[in-house]
């Protein structure tokens, strides 16, 4: 396929930044900070749109909330807009109140399932503020040790706490549920893998979906037959893209395995996940612990974009075709040829052509951007986990 196709195709893609990307992070023995980091919601929605400024890929932001709460989401909204972006997914937090120590939904406690319940509902009212279409549910729920909790009860407390909620969405609104392989349980995970996650969605209903983060699965999982299947069964709603090398490292996407994420839009295109049309939704998820912020988010959605557009590059007629000749090695090369292009001159034609700068990275650098709000951001409290 000739690079002018792709472009064309090219023009559909949009990739959700979250919120939390912007503020500062760390691993569990130190958060570091970094100069200019948001202190607000506002100012984490004018970082996001610097990204989408300079990339044209980026036109909306996802809310975590409590830490994006603000007194009025519809003024928030009307200021995203006036930046040049939108709000997306409405995150729920189950995780941080010390109520969940023993589980959320997922709790024996029925005052603490209804508290979990209230805070979803709370989401939505947000959700209705803000025009948000996703309500998004991670839920760090599990046990430690073996007998530590009924494992079958937990599951129908969820099931329960889930019909709750899915009952109040709006017709235009989704519940998508998302799963990890462990962390923070360790012994059992009440939403583990795509398995769990597929059978609580499809007993909730078509506005039900789930949510496939590239960095929640065990080492070696076969990534790209998860996103076939789902598909496959019209249940892929959302990407969290990033990328790992042991287990959720949360780094830029592709920087483990770029090929890894070139099977996985391949998937996503032959199965009919990308385009106008589709109902898939892309967002990144990561935290930028060392490197500066609002870099490390542009370099994440230009790394998925480049992989897409080797996806679209492959030769589905000549690969179709190997495969019914079993043609092992036609069939692969087919897919390494594509994978093989260099387009990044082709990417950047694209992005001039759009009135963009060729190099994003190098634009935002040479803005003083990240001069200006390192030396105007001084004083209150920077955001990160848990603000």
């Known amino acids: 396929m000739e690079f002018s196709a792709v472009a064309r195709q090219l023009d559909h893609q949009a990739i959700e930044l979250p919120s939390w990307a912007f503020g500062n992070s760390g691993t569990r023995f130190r958060v570091f900070g970094t100069p200019g980091t948001p202190r607000t919601p506002y100012e984490k929605v004018a970082d996001a749109a610097q990204v989408h400024r300079h990339t044209g890929l980026a036109p909306t932001v996802a809310l975590h909330i409590p830490w994006d709460t603000v007194d009025d989401y519809a003024e928030l909204a009307t200021y995203a ?22 589980g959320s939904l997922c709790s024996h406690d029925a005052d603490v399932r209804r508290q979990a319940i209230d805070h979803h509902l709370a989401c939505i009212e947000v959700m209705n503020a803000t025009g948000s279409q996703d309500l998004k549910i991670w839920l760090a729920d599990g046990t430690n040790y073996p007998g530590q909790g009924d494992i079958r009860s937990r599951q129908d407390w969820l099931a329960e706490s889930l019909r709750t909620i899915y009952d ?17 349980a360790f012994y059992h995970t009440d939403v ?38 789902l598909l496959r069964l019209g249940k892929l709603g959302s990407f969290d893209f990033n990328s790992r090398f042991y287990a959720d490292d949360d780094l830029i996407v592709g920087a483990a395995d770029p090929f890894q994420l070139f099977r996985i ?16 939704a892309f967002m990144l998820d990561q935290c930028h612990n060392i490197e500066d912020k609002i870099p490390g988010q542009i370099r994440s959605v230009l790394n998925v974009q480049e992989a897409t557009a080797k996806a ?3 030769d589905r007629t000549a690969l179709a075709a190997a495969q019914r000749s079993n043609d092992v090695l036609a069939a692969n090369a087919v897919l390494m040829d594509a994978y093989d292009t260099d387009v990044r001159a082709d990417l950047a034609g694209w992005r001039e052509a759009k009135g963009l700068p060729a190099d994003p990275m190098r634009a935002y650098l040479e803005s003083g951007h990240q001069q200006r709000i390192a030396t105007e951001r001084v004083g209150g409290r920077a955001a990160g986990w848990g603000a």
């Not at 109040?168 to 962390?183: A, C, H, N, S, T």
């Not at 007993?203 to 065990?218: I, P, Q, S």
């Open 168 to 184: 109040q969405l709006g017709d235009d609104q989704r519940l998508v549920l998302e799963y990890k392989f462990f962390e923070p």
């Open 81 to 102: 807009r006036d930046q040049g972006v939108a709000l997306g997914t409405i995150n729920s937090n189950t995780f941080q109140d010390e109520a969940y120590k023993f």
């Open 312 to 314: 679209l590059l492959v």
């Open 265 to 280: 839009m391949h998937e996503v295109i032959n199965g009919g996940g990308y385009g106008p049309e589709s109902p898939v």
């Open 192 to 229: 583990c893998d795509w398995g769990t996650a597929y059978a609580h969605t499809a007993a909730l209903g078509e506005r039900a979906v789930v949510c496939l983060d590239t960095g929640h699965h065990a080492p070696g999982t076969n990534i790209e037959f998860i996103v076939a299947q």
